[in-house]
Each structure stands twice: as C-alpha cells, then as structure tokens.
C-alpha cells in the first residue's frame, strides 16, 4: 500500500477536543449527561461524517491507548519512556489518542497516539 | 535501466532523509510506517531485533546501551558501542550502515538502488568522509559520491530559482537543526559551488529550546502556585514520582514552540497531577513569544558569534555576502531569522523547505553523475523464498500466533511483518526456517499484514506469501446482515408519504449500532393524544417502499408518555442497535424532553401492534387509487390494469384489517402484515418503471439548470462537485433504484442552492416576492425594516446584506405560510 491518505487537519483537532473532553468528564462526578454529548460527537464522526460529507460508509474513530502494554512494535503510538526501566511497558498517560479512518473495509491510523509508557515494575 | 544515479541521501546527526530525482522534480521519499520525510539517525537493538529510526529514539534515553545515537559524531575514530543486549560492539560505521539500510526501505518496490550521493558535513575530513563511503557499501550500494551539506542545500536553492548560472560571489548557509547547528560559507565562481569555511556547535538545536520553555517557564510557575519541595527535579529524574509528567510537558512545550512560529502567544494546560499537599494541579500557562524569544536569545547569539567568526577569518564584509540560507527546522522559528537578518545585516534567505533541502539538493547533484558502467543493465540474483503460513484466520484474541515455514536459501535474509493500517512493525528480524510471531489485531476490524523479505543491503526478495488477513472481533458465526436494516420517515417532498432511510447496510457485520439524529415536524403536547411519533425499523431493500418490507421494531411515543411538549424543530436521536445474536433494541431520546424511549425486539416474537396494520392498510389503498389514476393519466394501461387488479387484494385486505380487535391474540395481524408487505412488494413492483423514469427526468432538469447557472456563476469546486455526481451517471441512472436516481438530484439540487443564494437576480426576485408578504409576517415592524434594509442593500448592490435580509425576512414568515402537511412519522 503506497498511497496516503491526507485527512484535513480540522479534523484531527476535533477528535483531539473530543478525546479531551471525555478524558476530562471521565474524572468528573456527574449523572453521564455530558459523556451523552460526548457520545454523540463520538458517533457523528464514526458514521455520519462519510454518510453526509463524502456520500460513502467511511469516518473517524478515536481510542485511548491508556493501561494498554507497549513495546517497540506498537507503531501506532509515540511514546516517551518514564522511569528508568524499560521492560514491561504500560501506557500511563495519553496525551493524544490514536485516531483511525475507515473507508469501506479499509481501516487506516491517521493519527498516532502521544502517549507515555511506564514499567509495570516500581523504580525503587 | 537509469544512466545517472538520481538518489541522494541526507545521512544527518539527528535525521536522515532520501530523495530520487526523477525527470526534472526532485521527490523526497516518506517512511512507509508513519509517512514522514525523516527518519531519526538512532539504532536500537533487542534481542532477536534491529530497530531504526522514530521507535529506537523512544528508547534512546531509557536504554542508551542498546539504542545508540548521535554517532555520526564519531565518524572516522576507532570508537566503538558495546550493545548490551546482544552483546556485540558496533561501529559508527555499522550503525550508519543501518540507517542508510532503513532509509532504502522508504523507496517503493521494484526501484533499483544501488548507487546514490551521500552528504557529509563540511567539518567531515578525509577519515571520517571515507568511513561514510564505506558505511555507503556496507549497506549495498554499489557506488558512493560524497557531498557537503552547505553546497547540497545550495544546490537545492538554486534549482529551485531555476537559475542555471548563479551570481558569481559568497553567500552563508546558516544549518539549525534538531540537535546541531553547523554554519558554511559558499563561494561561487563561474557556476562552481565551494566550501569557503566553516563552523559549527554539536550540542545545540531545536530539542534544547522545548527543555528550556519546561525549565524556565513551566516550572517556575506551577512551584508559585502550588507547594513542590523540587518540582524540576521530581519531573526530570528517572525516579521523580512525576517523571512521565515531564514528558508530557516537553510535548506540549514543542507543540507551543512551534505554535510561536505563527501566533504571538499560545496556551500550556498543565493538569492531572498533585502537589506536595495533595492539591490538584490545574493551571493554564500562557508563553508569549516574547518570553520564547528571550530564552533561545543567548544561544541564537552564540552561533551569530560563530558566523562573525568565519566572516573575520576570511576578511568579509557582510556587504560582501549575498544572503544566509536558512536550513535546519529550527529556522521556522521567526526570532532565529530575524536575529540572524538584524545582527549579522546580511539579508536571509528562507526559500527551500528546511528539513529536507539537503537530501533534496542531494538527489539534484546526483541526476548529474553518472552510475558506473558495470552498473548498468546488471541484473539482481533473485532468490525464490517459499513461505508456508499457518494462522487462524478470524480471531477474538487481542493478538494472534502467526507461523511460518520458510524454504529456499535462507542465508543473510531477514523479514519484518507489519500491519496495513501501519499500527504494528515487528522490525527486521533474521530470517529462520520457522518463525514465530504474534500479531497484535485491532478489535472490530479485518487486519491485513504484510511480511516481507530482505537481503543483507535490504533489498526486497520476492515470496510466494500473500497477504496475511486475520478478522478480528468475530468468529465464524458472526454474521453478516442478510437484508438492510431502514428506519421510516416521512418523505418531505412528497407531502404525506414516507421513504426509507438506510441505517445498516446488507452484508454489514453485527453486532451493529448506529444513532441517526432527525428534526420533528410536528409538535407534540403533553398529554394530548393527537400527535404520535411512531418510531419504525423495517428491515429489506432501502431502495423499495417502506410498505414492502418488513417491520422488525415499531413503537410510538404520544403526548402521554413525554414530561413537557416537544416542538417541530427539536431533534430527536434515535439508536438502532443490533447485537449477534439478533437483538434488536430501538431507543428514541427527544432533546427537548431529555427522555428516552427504548424497546428491545426479539425478531422471534414479531411485533405487530393492529392499531399500525390497520393504519398501513387504509394507507396502501389509497396509494393504489391514486397511482391508478395517475396511470390511466399518463395513458399507461398496462400499468394502470395491473394496478387495478391489486386494487382488489387491497380492498379485501382493509376489510379484513378492519376486523381485527385491538388486543386481537390470533396469527391475524401477523398474517395480515405480511400479506400487506406482499401487495406492497406487488404495488412497488409495477409502479417501479414509473417511479425510475420520473426520477430519471427530474434529475435531468435539475442538471440542465445546474449547468447554466453553473457556467455563469459557479465556482470550481462548485464545478468539481458537479463533474463528480456526472461523471458517475452511468452507474445510478441504469439502476433499478429510483431513490438512488433522486439522491444525487437532490445533490445537484443543493450545489444549485449555494451557488443561487449568492446569484443578485435570485436574491432580489426572492426579497421582491418577501417583500409583498410583510404585512403577513408576525413581527411587521421588524419586517418593515427589513424590507428597507433590503431595498438599500439592492440600490447599494451590497448582495452578503441582502441575502441576510433574505433569510431573515423568511424566519419571519407565519408558520402557516410555511409548508404544513399532516406526517405520518414525525420526523
């Protein structure tokens, strides 16, 4: 596969605020209505952003990589390594989540997730 | 075969890069893995594993015994790495060798490389230039031509002004790149292009500035608001409780810098984290570049004393020097060039793209030299790899054992396995005659991974493998949707009817979940019974009537069961979900209430309220009397005689319907919907012709209007937009689809809209036939000045205020000047 896929970078900076605000909403106490929101946002990008911009099944989906493990294969992630060890890496923190756009079957990485890994280990 | 070399390769400190010339453009290749023009100049090595670029920098720091960096620096000396975990030592040689191997893998399949030009830094001498010819070879080329930096993004330059003789004289390049700063002074006579002088300082580029905005902003002022004992030192020690804080602050503080280079001020949000006192840390950081420019000042001004150095040395003038060529991604920044520019009074240059000008002036130089006859026309030995793979095929599993048995001469190949969504490279291992490897799959997609073969210089050889696809998230009973999944809504141009909107499509794989927001046209009043919004999921073809198919989920939501009413105009969300097993559960959340509505339907148990047979039944016998009479009017009689004698099916089925109680317990209304769905089938069936040519016709006047007004005041991509519905004829309107056919007339329909909603005559005509209704409209004073600022806006032929006034004399129009129609659905 030699071709790529240039996606707006609007659309990116969207997906980030939203993967933003869901992380914040996460810590937050309330009855979900703002995840709701967060939801449907989630949703418009997934399916209706091909369906209504570009007429075809295609969109956006985001996901957080975090408590996931992470090693040198894990290209979709840019990682930067706390700590003093590096065996047994976990995703401790995201700063940005991976983002993936789908168009019929094919699913694409448009944007790596900035995320830090830790060893599962405790540095003493 | 090509006559000249054609590749250069910037073989950098802290990236490298590779560019092919090829018929007057030069191309810079990208990393297949993550599409970018540089790769980091760092080598890691795991066990069974050689890693270049972006993912052994991750672990530069963490691991510097096995992730080596920075050694282009000891290029030529007898300095060697111990690599712990392999236990070999490496020289800058080998490690360069690598870089230049990886940076191979960039060019596209089937493209010969086995020469190219390769730069050096002016510093390079006669040692540390041959150790980078030999790491040339090492990596397989089979002819190596050296070129010095500064000359290579000249040459870059120049061609770029196309100039094929230059201005006799001296002109800087100024190179401030990530991690290093170099600075040349070129001499040019009579089109020969000559390293005058240099120099240079190893330790300095653009990472030192993200340290310094996390050091001397960022921690100075999260310690003035929150209580750390030694914050710099709990973010920067590898044991500091808020390590990996610190990396997210250098993220940000680079995504700020960078940010600088157009605004004059940025945000840091600095959270997630506590203080010494167990206070949550939330601060917003502004940075001005103001404050940037005064950190990075003293070190900008220690290369400008590097430049003065060089000019003294060769007794310049700065009038004597044409320009500075800026280089390096640190010269995006505005306070760089302008420095420069100020102190030094020489004119800068910021024409060629900085990071990858020396590769791209490489590729340049390379067109001009000729490869080697012995080259030319040799032909590869391809080795013939068979590969025997087993894997399973559909997985549950976060990551799946693929195995393989390798034949054939396996010496000094080695194989890498990535994924096509470029989430996953396993890096180059050597190849064995099993391997064994797991492969992460992503969930809820079909993963397609390639694994392929290269020899010792990292040329591809070819296997007999294809492709390896592994389906994720189902197994071999998840099913795909055997019929489309539609929701009904009312059809607003056909007052009164309804149409299909497609929510999953056939061959969809379940489980399946989809929310479709739509807009209420009718108002619904609490605790009334009058007004109903009927929610209906009906599952067959989306291209047939929605009396044909069949109906799998049906509820409805009157005035009794909502807390407050809900207006035309409110959203309602409605989400159709469907899980593998073939439950089917509908909710409808009204925006305006806040309630939702949920309704789990087994398909097992139909779900066939009589009340909606009923209501179905009167509906088809009407449509069959008016598409009778609309038949006998267009002078079909086939149509109209077959038609006539569905009538009499109809009938006998409203008679039937007619009968049923409400709470009737029988097969009946079941049978009665299905045979409803059969004459509906039969009605949609000879009326198709109709519906497709009138669709057909429809769609060729809405383009014949479109092209003219297109010609006159379309734009171009107005025009694309139209060209690519066009260009696609052929597939919709020889489909037995009519609705197919009326979608892309309505999206001609609303290119035609945009264009006229800025067209004057449009605008007038429209504020003309608005302006005769004023003393209908519900707010007359405000209509009347409308109207007055309208009639200005013509006089003054301002056309932006007069479509305003437009749609604001049309926001004011009754509701009953709007068009109202009795809807079945709601929505």
């Known amino acids: 596969m030699q071709d790529q896929l240039t996606v707006p970078k609007i659309f990116l900076d969207l997906l980030n605020q939203v993967f933003e605000i869901e992380k914040k909403t996460s810590s937050l106490q309330e009855s979900n209505s703002i995840q709701r929101n967060v939801n449907k946002l989630k949703e418009l990008f997934e399916n209706e952003f091909g369906l209504q911009l570009l007429k075809k099944s295609s969109g956006f989906t985001f996901h957080s990589p975090l408590g996931e493990e992470y090693d040198f294969t894990r290209t979709d992630c840019e990682a930067s390594i706390a700590g003093s060890n590096t065996e047994n890496l976990i995703i401790t923190e995201v700063i940005k989540p991976i983002i993936r756009y789908r168009e019929g079957g094919r699913v694409i990485i448009v944007q790596k997730a900035i995320v830090v890994a830790e060893s599962k280990q405790i540095d003493k | ?827």
């Open chain 2, 1 to 827: 075969m090509e006559n000249t070399i054609n590749i250069g390769i910037d073989l950098g400190t802290t990236n490298s890069a590779i560019a092919k010339f090829v018929a007057g453009e030069v191309k810079v290749f990208k990393n297949p893995m993550d599409w970018k023009e540089t790769l980091p100049s760092v080598v890691g090595f795991k066990k069974d594993t050689i890693l270049v670029g972006s993912k052994a920098k991750e672990f530069l720091e963490r691991d510097p015994k096995s992730v080596i960096g920075n050694f282009k620096r000891k290029m030529g000396t007898s300095e060697s790495f111990k690599i712990k975990s392999i236990n070999e030592s490496k020289t800058p040689i080998d490690l360069s060798a690598l870089v230049l191997k990886e940076l191979k893998t960039f060019v596209p399949p089937g493209e010969s490389i086995d020469a190219a030009v390769i730069t050096i830094p002016a510093s390079f001498d006669t040692i540390q230039s041959n150790a980078t010819k030999e790491a040339g070879i090492q990596s397989g080329f089979k002819q190596v031509i050296l070129l010095q930096e500064p000359i290579a993004a000249s040459l870059a330059y120049a061609n770029m002004k196309k100039e094929k003789e230059l201005k006799d004289g001296q002109w800087l390049v100024y190179d401030l790149g990530g991690g290093t700063f170099d600075v040349a002074l070129i001499k040019i006579k009579a089109g020969e292009m000559k390293v005058l002088d240099h120099e240079g300082d190893n330790f300095l580029g653009g990472s030192d500035f993200d340290r310094l905005i996390v050091e001397k902003i960022l921690i100075p002022k999260i310690s003035g608001k929150y209580s750390f004992e030694n914050l710099e030192n709990d973010l920067k020690s590898a044991s500091g409780k808020l390590n990996k804080k610190y990396y997210s602050l250098l993220y940000k503080s680079e995504q700020v810098k960078i940010t600088l280079s157009a605004k004059s001020s940025d945000e840091i949000e600095i959270d997630g984290f506590t203080d010494d006192k167990n206070d949550n840390v939330e601060i917003v950081i502004t940075v001005s570049r103001s404050e940037f420019n005064e950190l990075i000042k003293e070190h900008i001004d220690n290369t400008i004393e590097m430049v003065k150095r060089i000019l003294t040395r060769n007794s310049f003038k700065p009038t004597d020097i044409q320009f500075t060529l800026m280089v390096g991604g640190s010269t995006y920044i505005p306070f760089v060039r302008q420095r420069v520019e100020e102190v030094l009074q020489i004119p800068i240059n910021c024409e060629i793209d900085p990071t990858t000008a020396v590769a791209i002036g490489a590729a340049y130089f390379a067109a001009t030299k000729v490869r080697q006859e012995n080259l030319k026309g040799e032909q590869k030995g391809e080795t013939q790899i068979s590969i025997k793979a087993a894997y399973q095929k559909t997985s549950k599993e976060k990551e799946e054992l693929f195995s393989a048995k390798v034949s054939g001469n396996i010496n000094e190949l080695s194989y890498r396995i990535t994924r096509e969504d470029r989430g996953f490279d396993s890096g180059l291992k050597k190849l064995t005659e099993r391997i064994n490897e797991d492969l992460p799959l992503v969930e809820n997609a079909y993963n397609f991974f390639k694994l392929t073969v290269y020899d010792s210089q990292n040329n591809i050889i070819p296997t007999d493998l294809e492709m390896i696809g592994i389906n994720s998230g189902f197994g071999i009973s998840g099913q795909p949707l055997p019929e489309d999944i539609c929701m009904e809504v009312d059809d607003e141009d056909h007052d009164g009817e309804t149409k299909l909107f497609l929510a999953f499509q056939k061959n969809q794989i379940l489980p399946l979940k989809r929310t479709i927001t739509r807009v209420l046209n009718k108002t619904v009043i609490k605790g009334s019974n009058e007004e109903v919004l009927r929610v209906n999921v009906l599952e067959g073809p989306h291209t047939s009537l929605p009396e044909a198919n069949k109906s799998i989920g049906y509820f409805e939501v009157s005035g009794r069961n909502i807390s407050r009413d809900v207006h035309k105009g409110s959203d309602i969300e409605v989400t159709i979900s469907i899980s593998e097993s073939r439950d089917l559960t509908v909710s409808a959340y009204l925006n305006m209430a806040d309630q939702e509505f949920k309704e789990t339907f087994n398909p097992k148990v139909r779900h066939t309220p009589v009340d909606l047979v009923q209501f179905e039944a009167d509906k088809l016998n009407e449509k069959v009397d008016s598409e009778i009479e609309e038949a006998a009017q267009r002078e079909d009689y086939e149509t109209a005689e077959a038609l006539r004698k569905l009538k009499k099916d109809v009938e006998s089925l409203n008679e039937e319907t007619s009968k049923l109680t409400q709470d009737d317990v029988t097969d009946a209304p079941y049978q009665l919907e299905d045979k409803k769905r059969k004459l509906a089938q039969a009605i949609d069936w000879a009326t198709k012709d109709k519906r497709i040519a009138l669709a057909k016709s429809e769609y060729l006047d809405e383009k014949q209007r479109c092209i003219k007004l297109l010609d006159d005041n379309g734009n171009d991509y107005e025009r694309k937009l139209f060209n690519d519905i066009v260009a696609n004829e052929d597939v919709f309107l020889t489909s037995t689809s009519p609705i197919k056919i009326s979608e892309k007339t309505d999206e001609l329909n609303s290119i035609r809209f945009t264009v006229l909603w800025r067209t004057p005559d449009f605008l007038v005509a429209i504020f003309k036939d608005l302006s005769q209704k004023g003393t209908k409209m519900n707010d007359h004073a405000q209509a009347k000045s409308l109207i007055e600022a309208g009639r200005f806006a013509i006089e003054s032929q301002n056309w932006d205020r007069l479509s305003e006034v437009d749609h604001s004399l049309i926001n004011l129009l009754p509701k009953s000047a709007q068009k109202d129609v009795t809807t079945k659905i709601g929505f």
